[in-house]
């Protein structure tokens, strides 16, 4: 398996643009978390989703942000307009049923800066 | 105060050199204690993990948690340059899925 793939690695774009970010989970993991990162915060779960549906979006930041899985193998996290605050790397990770938190598997991030 | 507070260092450390990494926590429940080794550019990849109380060794890393004092250490003795990396902290309760995470602390192990 080539594990979690994420897309793109980098981004940059403008303030007020609509980026979105894409994840593939590894084949057979119905857990699916989108966390952000920062030196400031550290890493910050956004949202997760277990077969495809969200179960806690508690810690999405506002509503510019939105995140879908429309299937099992596929996900993407859309901010609409970004800001500058945005800027941070976003990481993917995908575990199954019973791994708990021993189970995460995460992508290689995609590093978002907004100008 | 976090749940899980973790130095985000710099710690910047000679080759062959024993390094200490530390967490402390607050959230009496967390059953399970995980490292995290994230190399720059890449996603964190789990290094160990121990569950409640004790020691537990792997090769040149060594994973202890004092739950008396809500801390939890990882030692890595004989380090490498290729042990440079950021190491994060993580921790849950038992039954609950979701692990906390620490900052990390960024290690740099020079030739």
């Known amino acids: 398996d080539a594990g979690v793939i994420q897309s793109p690695r980098h981004e940059v774009t403008e303030m007020g643009q609509e980026v979105t970010l894409r994840c593939k989970p590894i084949?057979?993991?119905?857990?699916l978390f989108w966390y952000r990162q920062t030196m400031m915060r550290g890493l910050e779960l956004l949202i997760y989703?277990?077969?495809?549906?969200?179960?806690?979006d508690s810690g999405m930041p506002e509503d510019r942000f939105s995140a879908k899985m429309p299937n099992a193998s596929f996900s993407t996290l859309k901010i609409q307009p970004s800001e500058p605050r945005d800027s941070a790397v976003y990481f993917c990770?995908?575990?199954?049923?019973?791994?708990?938190?021993?189970?995460?598997?995460f992508g290689s991030g995609t590093r978002l800066t907004v100008v | 105060q976090k749940e899980v507070e973790q130095d985000p260092g710099p710690l910047s450390v000679p080759e062959g050199a024993i390094v200490s990494l530390n967490c402390t926590y607050s959230n009496s429940a967390f059953q399970y204690f995980m490292w995290y080794r994230q190399y720059s550019r890449k996603g964190p990849e789990l290094l160990m993990y121990?569950?409640?109380?004790g020691n537990k060794e792997d090769g040149r890393f060594t994973a202890q948690v004092d739950k008396s004092s809500k801390y939890i250490s990882l030692f890595i003795r004989d380090s490498q340059p290729s042990d440079s990396a950021t190491y994060l902290c993580a921790m849950s309760a038992g039954g609950s899925y979701i692990p906390t995470f620490g900052r990390g602390t960024s290690l740099i192990v020079h030739p």
């Open positions: 989703f277990n077969n495809n549906v969200p179960i806690d």
């Open positions: 121990t569950y409640s109380s």
């Open positions: 084949s057979g993991h119905d857990y």
């Open positions: 990770a995908s575990s199954f049923e019973g791994a708990g938190a021993l189970g995460y598997t």
